[in-house]
């Protein structure tokens, strides 16, 4: 359901947030957590914050207002939270009128809801990820009553649209397409976390493209947890390859990328989409998790390794140049020896342009935490070592395949370490760094590929 009634009722009370700060000076920060869809919901955050009259700095110790968005889908995000909120506590002793905010999918966890409740409760407001439109109004509620504020949503089925946003690139743009995800990977809490998936309308999201690229918006990353599968539910009959397609038509857009696609809903459809359309990236983040049938299976994946590897040969195919990057899990449990070569055997073949590794992380909740045969520590470590090993060598590999060819670069910043230098990526992600020659950041040039440093390139600019 599409809720502009909602909008406009939370426009209201950003309206009277901004009224009572009028003529004052107050600072936001912003901290996130976690994978592209909070950022997107950040910036969104970020967006009612200014509008409220609140303007951002950079550091925690500096802030009237901090927003931490949080991430669960591994246990290390967990602690690095607690982490940053003990700290926090002292910035309240300096400034009791500090608001302290949390949100996000740690925030869906009750567990975690209750231990906020015991042992941090200079914490002012909290919600979760079902209700992020909400953030002025709760605001409000705390700053008029003084006390905190929680309010947790198990579910919802609205998508409010037309809140304010700020982007934290003027040229480049996340744009969520879908919400969500009903794969119930079993080692996964984002099902739990973030509902069951809800798609955009088409001419929504279109619009919303249309205006980012009116804004200087060349590059957008169209965001859902399972991108394939986007337009279920829809009343309006739309594919994602189609989607795409014309989010990539649209006049000013340079460049579309796309996250995160799930293999068993791989189209050919979109494999074509991909190679005719030269604006969509060569690059596809397909990711794999095991290399293993008996580990896939349990996962409950619903694809075997000799359909990923079918699915790796496509496109590699018809469309030579693509690149393809990945994430694996080592350590789920009853995870053997003979999983692993099987995985190894993957990468190998595929010969993975890039790909992140995790150790399994146990989330209470999910299928896999109570299964049987958890590895120990040493046994997780060793198989994480191994895969890694495996990965850098043959996305090492790769990166060499475009040494010494010339390649669009969308300049994305000035080099931190020099400013001489530009820093900027190829269509297959690639970070290349190159000599500042007077070119602005958002702007695409040809940049030729002189020497590859593994993962980045050192080029130089060709006019
Ligand atoms: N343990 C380790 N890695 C996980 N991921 C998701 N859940 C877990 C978990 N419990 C990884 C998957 C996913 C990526 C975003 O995070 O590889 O693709
Ligand atoms: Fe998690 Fe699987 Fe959904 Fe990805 S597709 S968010 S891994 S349940």
Known sequence: MNDSFESE???????????????????????????????????????????????????????????????????????????????AKQYKRDNPDLIICLCGCMMQEEHVVQKINTSYPYVNLIFGTHNIFKFAELLYAVIETGDRVTDIWKETDLIVEDLPSRRKYPFKSGVNIMFGCDNFCSYCIVPYVRGRERSRKREDIINEIRALASDGVVEVMLLGQNVNSYGKGLSESVSFAELLDEAANIDGIKRVRFMTSHPKDLSDELIDTIRDNPVIARHIHLPLQSGSDRILSLMNRHYTKEDYLRLADQLRTKIPDISITTDIITGFPTEEEKDVEDTLDVIDKVCFDGAFTFEYSKRTGTAAAVMDGQLSKEKMQEFFDRVLKKVQETSKKQAMRFEGSEMDVLVEGINEKDPSMLTGRISQNNVVHFKNCGVSVGSFVKVRLDECQGFYYNGTQVF
Not at 23 to 35: D, I, M, N
């Open 9 to 87: 009722r939370q426009l209201e009370y950003i309206e009277k947030i901004r009224k009572q700060n009028s003529g004052r000076t107050l600072k936001y920060c912003s901290v996130v957590f976690g994978c592209q869809m909070n950022e997107k919901d950040s910036e969104k955050l970020c967006g009612m914050l200014e509008c409220m009259g609140y303007i951002k700095t950079e550091y925690e110790k500096d802030a009237d207002l901090i927003i931490y968005n949080t991430c669960t889908v591994r246990e290390n995000a967990d602690k690095r939270l607690y982490g940053r909120l003990g700290v």
